[in-house]
């Protein structure tokens, strides 16, 4: 779709290799180019370096549109998007749907699998029982209803056919805790398609960076304090490229009842109540829906076996549990730096 595009663009990079290789000069000229979009149900917001602002402008445009597009195919709540036709066929039929909607679904299905079910995307007819602004919750009756319908294992995708389907009637998928990752790392690819070389790509909480700032170093990131879930209270800073990284926290979508209880949006597939014991999770991998996805999952499955997963997998992450205390995998504790007393 892009061709013509990524053509043009790719021989203003090429003069300007060559104009460094002569004169050593023109790289200093590079520049970082902020712009922020309200998609996918919350502020995007994409920063590249270029030489140009016409470069950066139009690759900024190419990865909104594609942020747009991905939007289409995999919003769950949308009734026109492709993963809305899976949900309403579940137990009718298989649907055709894009490869990029079959290939965020496997990722799904992957991090299920890896996570034993702590993260599991059929919670659909679970998440729709809830509403966190009106403050409503579903009773115990109407939890243990729906519960059988959440099970990851009743997905079939078939990738060369490229359709996917529900096993069960009134199953639906859920991609709310993957599709921001998913599509922060595909913006950041759509970024790279048009010659960038380094940028940022931040889905709200879910963050992809590539490539090194004009200063060379890494892009810095932070995670937020989950006391108070604050963009401005951070817990710590680090630096990132050419990784992804995701934070779920219970500040997000959240009410408290009268008695005290908070009500959160992260819940467990297995009694379809908002898991307790974590407040938030941060994980940096390769892959942006895996960021998301198993950030959503370790939130489920708690401190201990959480850590031992972000081990396995070999990620980066951190846990601060509901006492506040932190988890952290070794490579992580070389490269973060906390905020606050322990600040140098
Ligand atoms: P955020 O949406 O705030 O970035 P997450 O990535 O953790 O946070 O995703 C939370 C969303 O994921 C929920 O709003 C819901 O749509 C969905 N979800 C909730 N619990 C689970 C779960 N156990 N497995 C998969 N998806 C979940
Ligand atoms: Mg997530």
């Not at 000069?25 to 370096?49: F, G």
């Not at 799904?108 to 029982?129: C, H, N, Q, Y």
């Not at 506040?324 to 995998?329: A, L, R, S």
């Given at each position: 779709?892009?061709?013509?595009?990524?053509?043009?663009l790719?021989?203003p990079f090429?003069?300007?290799?060559?104009?460094?290789?002569?004169?050593?000069?023109?790289?200093?000229?590079?520049?970082?180019?902020?712009?922020?979009?309200?998609?996918?149900?919350?502020?995007?917001?994409?920063?590249?370096?270029?030489?140009?602002?016409?470069?950066?402008d139009a690759?900024?445009?190419?990865?909104?549109?594609?942020?747009?597009?991905?939007?289409?195919?995999?919003?769950?709540?949308?009734?026109?998007?492709?993963?809305?036709a899976?949900?309403?066929?579940?137990?009718?039929?298989?649907?055709?749907?894009?490869?990029?909607?079959?290939?965020?679904?496997?990722k799904?299905?992957?991090?299920?699998?890896?996570?034993?079910?702590?993260?599991?995307?059929?919670?659909?007819?679970?998440?729709?029982?809830y509403?966190?602004?009106?403050?409503?919750?579903?009773?115990?009756?109407?939890?243990?209803?729906?519960?059988?319908?959440?099970?990851?294992?009743?997905?079939?995708?078939?990738?060369?056919?490229?359709?996917?389907?529900?096993?069960?009637?009134?199953?639906?998928?859920?991609?709310?805790?993957?599709?921001?990752?998913?599509?922060?790392?595909?913006?950041?690819?759509?970024l790279?398609?048009?010659?960038?070389?380094?940028?940022?790509?931040?889905?709200?909480?879910?963050?992809?960076?590539?490539?090194?700032?004009?200063?060379?170093?890494?892009?810095?990131?932070?995670?937020?304090?989950?006391?108070?879930?604050?963009?401005?209270?951070?817990?710590?800073?680090?630096?990132?490229?050419?990784?992804?990284?995701?934070t779920?926290?219970?500040?997000?979508?959240?009410?408290?009842?009268?008695?005290?209880?908070?009500?959160?949006?992260?819940?467990?597939?297995?009694?379809?109540?908002?898991?307790?014991?974590?407040?938030?999770?941060?994980?940096?991998?390769?892959?942006?829906?895996?960021?998301?996805?198993?950030?959503?999952?370790?939130?489920?499955?708690?401190?201990?076996?959480?850590?031992?997963?972000?081990?396995?997998?070999?990620?980066?992450?951190?846990?601060?549990?509901?006492?506040?205390?932190?988890?952290?995998?070794?490579?992580?504790?070389?490269?973060?730096?906390?905020?606050?007393?322990?600040?140098?």
């Open positions: 779709m892009n061709n013509k595009k990524q053509v043009n790719l021989i090429a003069a300007l290799s060559l104009c460094v290789l002569l004169t050593g000069s023109c790289a200093k000229k590079e520049k970082l180019y902020r712009k922020s979009a309200l998609l996918m149900n919350t502020t995007v917001t994409i920063t590249v370096v270029s030489d140009s602002s016409e470069k950066a690759a900024v445009d190419a990865a909104i549109e594609d942020i747009k597009r991905l939007e289409a195919l995999i919003s769950f709540w949308s009734t026109e998007s492709e993963i809305s899976i949900n309403r066929n579940a137990g009718v039929k298989e649907v055709a749907a894009s490869p990029d909607t079959i290939d965020m679904i496997e799904a299905l992957f991090v299920s699998e890896k996570t034993g079910g702590a993260f599991d995307a059929t919670i659909g007819p679970i998440i729709r029982l509403d966190f602004k009106k403050k409503i919750k579903p009773d115990d009756r109407a939890i243990r209803k729906k519960l059988p319908l959440v099970n990851y294992k009743e997905m079939a995708i078939n990738r060369d056919a490229s359709t996917a389907y529900l096993r069960k009637k009134d199953m639906s998928f859920d991609t709310g805790g993957i599709a921001k990752g998913y599509a922060a790392h595909r913006a950041a690819e759509a790279k398609a048009t010659g960038i070389n380094a940028g940022i790509v931040a889905v709200a909480g879910d963050i992809r960076a590539f490539g090194l700032k004009p200063d060379g170093k890494p892009w810095l990131v932070g995670i937020r304090n989950p006391e108070t879930g604050d963009k401005e209270d951070l817990l710590a800073v680090l630096g990132l490229s050419d990784e992804s990284i995701s779920s926290g219970d500040y997000e979508r959240y009410f408290i009842e009268k008695d005290g209880t908070m009500y959160h949006h992260i819940l467990d597939p297995k009694t379809g109540k908002p898991a307790r014991g974590v407040r938030s999770v941060t994980v940096i991998s390769k892959e942006g829906a895996f960021s998301d996805g198993f950030s959503t999952g370790i939130f489920v499955m708690g401190t201990e076996k959480g850590m031992k997963l972000l081990n396995e997998m070999g990620f980066e992450g951190l846990i601060v549990d509901n006492q506040g205390k932190i988890y952290m995998t070794d490579g992580l504790k070389e490269r973060i730096k906390f905020k606050g007393k322990n600040e140098d």
